[in-house]
């Protein structure tokens, strides 16, 4: 099993903010990442897959970087509606995994 | 569009069965991997089980193996997880999600909305 360890678990930001989440995979998986964004009450929404691609529909102030084992995701200027919470997840060995999350609060 | 919608889940004691179902419309089903999903209370995601397009390879998370059964009927663009032996820890919103090929190895785009399972006496 590849172990995800994902921080911070909280992220206190204010609207304008650059902010940046972790995603540390236990041993190397290439680029076989990617990251979703889920809104209280509502299903994850892809964001980005193999580390670095965007989604088609996602706003350019995403974006991913890292491979192997370290990951990155950045949020260039917060918007009100990225205050949510962030998941990774690998794909590249069986089982499948996510990251605990992060949740990117309103400071 | 792309729609998944879930269904069969519900409350249901200790010990005993439930089966989800997942139907599928805005694609082609069958040219897709499927999974399942779920989310416990006020936690994370972990992913529970995954099928191949044709059912030839099918994979399941150590916390299900041996009491959930994922299977998939193209001709009728659904998808299902039959779940045995609930207990506890089960208690999740279960997602559908779609694969972006017809292998399980993907990312998941898109989801649905889900499924609330509660196991409770």
């Known amino acids: 099993v590849i172990w995800m360890t994902q921080s911070p678990s909280l992220l206190s930001a204010s609207t304008g903010d650059r902010v940046t989440i972790s995603c540390r995979m236990s041993?190397?998986?290439?680029?076989?990442l990617a990251w979703y964004q889920q809104k209280p009450g509502k299903a994850p929404e892809l964001l980005i897959y193999?580390?670095?691609t965007l989604q088609s529909g996602v706003p350019s102030r995403f974006s991913g970087s890292g491979s192997g084992t370290d990951f990155t995701l950045t949020i260039s200027c917060l918007q009100s509606e990225d205050f949510a919470t962030y998941y990774c997840?690998?794909?590249?060995?069986?089982?499948?995994?996510f990251g605990q999350g992060t949740k990117v609060e309103i400071k | 569009e792309v729609q998944l919608v879930e269904s069969g889940g519900g409350l249901v004691q200790p010990g005993r069965s439930l089966r989800l179902s997942c139907a599928a419309s805005?694609?082609?089903?069958?040219?897709?991997?499927m999974h399942w999903v779920r989310q416990a209370p006020g936690k994370g995601l972990e992913w529970v089980s995954g099928?191949?397009?044709?059912?030839?390879?099918?994979g399941y998370a150590d916390s299900v193996k041996g009491r959930f059964t994922i299977s998939r009927d193209n001709a009728k663009n659904s998808l299902y997880l039959q779940m045995n032996s609930l207990r506890a820890e089960d208690t999740a919103l279960y997602y559908c999600?779609?694969?972006?090929?017809?292998?399980?190895?993907?990312?998941?785009?898109?989801w649905g909305q889900g499924t609330l399972v509660t196991v409770s006496s």
């Open positions: 999600a779609k694969g972006v090929d017809s292998s399980t190895n993907t990312w998941f785009d898109p």
């Open positions: 805005g694609f082609t089903f069958d040219d897709y991997a």
């Open positions: 099928i191949s397009w044709n059912s030839g390879s099918i």
């Open positions: 041993q190397g998986i290439s680029s076989y």
């Open positions: 193999a580390a670095s």
């Open positions: 997840q690998q794909y590249y060995s069986f089982p499948w995994t």
